[in-house]
């Protein structure tokens, strides 16, 4: 293991219970601070010894230290939620944060490196909401994302950006989240929202993620499109041109011309078409100046609530990624993760993981 991998957890719990480098100093029995800078910057080793007092003293089992499919003191995550609490959530990202480490472990012990470079868009806090859609639209020209761009959102996040995106099973209020690690950029969106939502929540992280250097989004953002912080209003006005360029938007023809009561209706087919949600749809539309924000306001969120179907009707995705479950696969193929121990990172049981496999088309390397 790497002497910044300890040192940096070493950290983490240091701050987490508000020492100062001089107090973990004297419980090491160090002459000065200096060491256990040294230690937490990686420049210095942990001996076993110090490892030994380190469980002893902060009072921290020893996979606390060294199990490599734990997050801690790196990732930074940005969460969309509503009303809900912090210790729930804290909660919840813990147990992803397992995910995220054994991805970020596994993965170039396989052969599946993380990109070089990163992506970025020229948008900070001072950037106007027409500057976002801009980028918004150059995104779905310069990715070649066709006709209904949120088909293709996720792969391409994946394949040509090195985004790590993860459907999960999350409670209800969570909507999604961004996490930025040193070396790896992960999206979590909940596979349990209607397939609109889903979409405008990735186009809305993928902000989050190419803009992060610039304006890191806060810890915890409330999960609606009428928010008051200004990155998440970008990140809005981005998620909305990404998912419905303009253009596209005019093949369907003059919305200005057509009539209130026939609103509904027509919001709610393109929405299905374009993989969004129609209030989504209605308020793009307004922003583009093809539909008056009157007209707008006339048609009521109850008749596109679920595009104007039963929400039993929607389709579920299956858990994590096909990217995710390629890594996993081939890490249980080469003897470099159990089963067993895989099927615990991923809180199912073997037969679980096996039909999980299947579902993503990846060549399983478990007997069913």
């Not at 915890?220 to 419905?244: G, H, I, P, W, Y």
Request: hydrophobic share 45%; charged share 25%.
């Amino acid at each position: 293991m790497s002497a910044s991998f300890i040192g940096q957890r070493i950290k983490a719990l240091r701050e987490e219970r508000k020492l100062s480098q001089d107090d973990l100093a004297r419980l090491f029995g160090f002459k000065d601070r200096q060491t256990v800078s040294a230690i937490e910057t990686g420049e210095r080793r942990v001996t076993a010894e110090e490892l030994v007092i380190a469980v002893e003293k902060l009072g921290a089992s020893l996979d606390y230290f060294t199990d490599p499919f734990l997050l801690v003191g790196e990732g930074r995550f940005s969460w969309r939620q509503t009303n809900v609490g912090l210790q729930r959530l804290s909660a919840y990202e813990r147990n992803a944060g397992r995910w995220i480490a054994a991805f970020r472990s596994i993965a170039p012990q396989v052969g599946r490196e993380a990109p070089l470079l990163r992506s970025a868009l020229g948008l900070h806090k001072g950037s106007r909401f027409e500057d976002a859609m801009e980028a918004g639209e150059r995104f779905v020209a310069e990715f070649k994302l066709g006709d209904v761009p949120a088909a293709r959102l996720a792969e391409v996040m994946e394949r040509e950006l090195g985004i790590l995106v993860l459907h999960v099973d999350a409670f209800d209020g969570i909507s999604g989240a961004a996490c930025r690690l040193p070396e790896l950029d992960v999206v979590l969106i909940n596979r349990h929202e209607v397939v609109g939502r889903r979409h405008f929540d990735l186009a809305h992280e993928l902000l989050h993620i190419l803009t992060w250097d610039a304006m890191p989004p806060e810890h915890s953002e409330d999960a609606s499109e009428t928010s008051k912080n200004r990155v998440e209003q970008l990140a809005n006005n981005f998620a909305s041109a990404v998912l419905m360029p303009a253009a596209i938007l005019d093949r369907f023809g003059d919305w200005s011309a057509i009539a209130v009561r026939e609103l509904p209706a027509k919001l709610n087919a393109a929405a299905d078409t374009l993989l969004v949600t129609a209030s989504a749809l209605k308020w793009r539309l307004v922003a583009l100046d093809r539909l008056k924000p009157a007209a707008a306001r006339a048609v009521p969120d109850a008749v596109l609530r679920n595009n104007g179907r039963d929400a039993a009707q929607a389709v579920t995705p299956p858990l994590f990624s096909k990217p995710f479950m390629e890594v996993i696969g081939l890490a249980v193929d080469q003897g470099r993760v159990s089963a067993r121990r895989a099927a615990g990172l991923t809180d199912l049981t073997v037969d679980e993981l096996g039909e999980l496999f299947v579902t993503h088309g990846v060549p399983s390397p478990l007997e069913l």
